[in-house]
């Protein structure tokens, strides 16, 4: 059981003699618990991770940049299938299927959108039930089933509707056009599953309580990130230009079989992976969390100085494989789910009584939500590089040379190639410079990161802006050359580098050991809101200015108005960067700190970011 101090309904005033027996006894379960690792062997991970035969993992066998590489390689090709297909499935609709320009981009965007936020599912599943291995497994097997599916919708002519030369064009059939859109749903299915699974389980491989290790899990979500730019690469060029050259056959088809490789790559590397065990679904317990304490609630139930929480009476905790969280005062209405209300009731009901333990686990999922939504708006730019970055592409000069064309689908090559020199750069030459400014293991926090590519991407949707309103006005706009383009991509792919790396490590951090696929996909899925809000904001503008005929937004780019949509989507993205800067002066993590993620007391404490308790002022 746990005490806290007397309080009125919002807040709590900590007597200081009790909050210090309470960080001594957590201290003490601590060094406990360390002891008992040490007398099994020093070498053994704290983390609960198991290797492929169910026990303790060993550092020395398991995890690390050992294993690390096979995971890697599933990314990459799921990201080389995924924007070889996203980058030129408008084109594929339309002169293929014979769609609508309108219409394709709809379902384009929509299925972008619904990838991401399957994400969801998939975490839900690894968490709940699978495993992050067996999820990504299995769903890379949904991923290659779609792949081949979509692959024999452009190889088979019944498949499709006849070639047309005068329009208007043969519609696709019914049946044709489900086969299609039923291959699609098996990658969107596919991506939910496994992208909020790899990052988490690449992270997993290293001990956050392990000094030497804990550099190399961040160093880890840089390179994850930099192996996901040159998937993409290859996708928006090599398989981009045999889909332009070769035919869509060959063009689905080589990423089909990269995705097949992947697979049995990551199954290579089973001897060397360290495996978290599924604790139940979060979802539920985060159900039975708010039940309890609105049901105590209208029962009367108040929290103070001489009110039981409930914590079970073991060296772990209630939740299968998690951790002992201590009790934190932010929130403190959910405290009411652990009041003892009844001394001879069933502990084990928890949709009546919840520990400590499961109230601070949804509490650290509650306490991301604010961080979540503040960057949804980035999410809406980086929508752009797959619609109107790639249109204003598509009517400039692409040449390059005298005999080459760059395909208006390979353009944002100029975003990929910045992050494969940025992310470099910043892991071995910029990092150390901060680290050795701030004292930071990593630089600058995750926070700081993120608010470092909220801030660029201002930038880069003004130039966007800039750059369009000189081609409008140009003598003869078609002449312009696409690489006036590249300061927008260029400036879009440094404000990903900083955001997307700074999130991955936000999110895994701040997500307790039952929810890190949850909080991974929650990131992930405000990429897919973003793709659906774009679209929102584009039928919004059309309406209100006067639509195709009239409008910001016509069929003809070089009748449009698409600079004055750039400076609304700027005015969104600098009144969220100050909404952001807000959020995350105001954050506290899970360690206290008020402002950041990880203090650095608690790496020196040699704790994993779960010690000690806080005092109502951000501090240990």
Not at 391 to 408: C, E, V
Not at 592 to 607: I, K, L, N, P, W
Request: some cysteine; overall charge neutral; glycine content about 8%.
């Amino acid at each position: 059981m746990q005490r806290i101090e007397p309080v009125g309904d919002e807040h709590f005033d900590f007597d200081q003699s009790i909050m210090q027996s309470s960080l001594e006894k957590f201290q003490q379960e601590e060094l406990y618990r360390a002891s008992m690792e040490e007398s099994m062997g020093t070498t053994l991970v704290s983390n609960g991770c198991v290797d492929i035969r169910g026990r303790i993992a060993d550092k020395r066998a398991t995890g690390g940049w050992k294993a690390a590489p096979f995971i890697i390689v599933n990314e990459v090709a799921e990201r080389l299938a995924f924007y070889a297909i996203a980058v030129n499935m408008v084109a594929y609709l339309v002169f293929q299927m014979h769609q609508s320009l309108p219409d394709a981009v709809t379902h384009v965007t929509d299925w972008i959108g619904a990838a991401f936020v399957l994400t969801l599912f998939g975490a839900f599943c690894a968490d709940a039930y699978l495993g992050r291995f067996k999820t990504i497994i299995i769903f890379s097997c949904v991923y290659t089933v779609g792949m081949v599916l979509l692959t024999l919708s452009a190889s088979i002519d019944s498949l499709r509707p006849p070639q047309c030369k005068v329009r208007p064009c043969q519609q696709a059939t019914g049946g044709q056009t489900w086969f299609l859109y039923g291959a699609l749903a098996l990658i969107a299915l596919g991506t939910g599953g496994i992208k909020p699974c790899v990052s988490t389980f690449g992270a997993d491989q290293f001990d956050e309580a392990d000094k030497k290790e804990v550099p190399k899990k961040y160093a880890f979500f840089n390179w994850f990130f930099l192996a996901i730019n040159m998937g993409v690469l290859f996708g928006i060029t090599v398989f981009v230009y045999i889909q332009d050259n070769k035919g869509w056959g060959w063009g689905f088809g080589l990423p089909t079989g990269a995705m097949v490789i992947s697979v049995v790559i990551l199954v290579a590397g089973l001897r060397f992976y360290r495996f978290q065990k599924p604790m139940g679904s979060p979802f539920t317990r985060f159900v039975q969390v708010i039940w309890a304490s609105v049901r105590n609630h209208f029962n009367g139930v108040r929290v103070g100085h001489q009110t039981e929480l409930y914590e079970v009476n073991t060296t772990e905790s209630d939740i299968k494989g998690a951790q002992k969280l201590p009790h934190t005062i932010q929130y403190s209405f959910l405290d009411k789910a652990a009041v003892v209300t009844d001394p001879e009731a069933d502990t084990r009901n928890r949709w009546r009584l919840c520990t400590v333990t499961q109230v601070e686990e949804f509490k650290s999922f509650a306490r991301i939500l604010p961080v979540w939504a503040s960057t949804i708006a980035l999410s809406i730019s980086f929508a752009q590089l797959s619609t109107f970055f790639i249109s204003q592409a598509n009517i400039m000069d692409r040449k390059l040379g005298s005999n080459f064309t760059i395909p208006a689908g390979s353009i944002p090559i100029f975003s990929v190639i910045n992050a494969l020199i940025l992310v470099p750069t910043y892991e071995k030459v910029i990092v150390p410079i901060l680290r050795k400014r701030t004292g930071h293991t990593r630089g600058i926090t995750s926070l700081q990161r993120i608010g470092v590519g909220l801030f660029i991407s201002i930038f880069a949707v003004a130039s966007a802006a800039l750059v369009e309103k000189k081609r409008r006005h140009s003598p003869n706009p078609s002449d312009m050359s696409v690489f006036w383009l590249f300061p927008q991509f260029f400036l879009i792919g440094s404000a990903e580098v900083f955001a997307y790396v700074g999130q991955l490590e936000f999110f895994y951090d701040e997500a307790t050991d039952g929810t890190r696929s949850i909080s991974s996909a929650m990131f992930l899925s405000e990429i897919g809101i973003g793709s659906w809000l774009s679209t929102a904001i584009v039928k919004i503008i059309q309406k209100a200015t006067g639509g195709e005929e009239k409008g910001w937004l016509r069929n003809n780019l070089n009748l449009s108005k698409l600079n004055y949509f750039y400076w609304v989507l700027t005015t969104i993205n600098a009144v969220n960067l100050a909404v952001y800067v807000w959020i995350a002066v105001l954050y506290k993590g899970r360690d206290g700190a008020v402002g950041s993620v990880r203090s650095e007391t608690a790496f020196e404490m040699g704790d994993s970011g779960l010690m000690g308790k806080q005092d109502g002022k951000g501090e240990l």
